[in-house]
């Protein structure tokens, strides 16, 4: 994250701020900028004022429709740039059509906001829908965060077009989905720590627990791993769950994780010669002295080689 970035370079940022566009080092960094310079505060009232007029007469599509309409738009826009893939989004759509740099021409900038709403979202097979209960996951990048409140319920602000909520109990569909999605955010690991802490008491439901393993396998994050740990404590004895914890004894980069692997699964040994091998094949491959000690001692107690032959 930039917190520098001269006026010339947050300005085009400014225009997609209000559509959930930027990426999240974008947002940071714009955020950062507008709270010490009052001309770009003046912009962006300016683009927000905008934005709520659409706003007022706007349509809201199928999540699904969005979705596919915005990689559509992205993918179209990149062709007729010439733009590589690494390229910020900004660029490929304003670079080519105002010339982006220092002294682009501001008064287009509402007209390009607009042609971006009518490209994306009417010009890519629009139809109306009704307004689902929740984003499909593929918006769940756009989930800021998480609160609950007194009385149980969970509170979710999320971006849609423009920022929403959505509250109610863990339990109700809508917030269940959108937790759900938070726990695959690729950009806010403590929203992704959030999501499983608020889904954990709901491990019995299936889809629950996948997203728990699913978590605890490849979530690049060791806290959101450990968190996905302690939320499968209790059904470290099923067969997927087991499975993932021995994966993870073998293959976790964490010294903390693979520890409280190695006790869990000691812990809740449902059968010893299975438990066995596979501490006996960690064994062979674990540096960590302390993970190596509990693996001795469990084998032991087992009355198993401390190696395979």
Known sequence: MNSNLPCD???PLLVLYPYGELSFDEEESVDLHLKSCAACQDEQAALAALHTAAGEAAVDPSLELLSACRQDLRKQIAVIAGATPSQPFWRRWFGPV?????N?????KPAMAMALLAVGFVGARFVPTAEPVAPAAASIRNVRFIEPSSDGRVR???DEVSQKELAGRVDDRGIREMLLAATRDPDDPALRVDSVEYLKTRSAQEDVRKAFVRALES???????????EALKPYASQTEVRSALTKVLLADQSATVRTQTIDLLVNTRRNESELAGVLQDMMRREQNTYIRQRGQTALRAMNASLETF
């Open 98 to 102: 105002a010339g982006v740099s220092s």
């Open 104 to 108: 682009w021409n501001w008064v287009a």
């Open 156 to 158: 979710i602000v999320y």
């Open 9 to 11: 370079e947050i300005r």
């Open 219 to 229: 979530d690049l994050n060791e806290g959101v791993r450990l968190k996905a740990l």
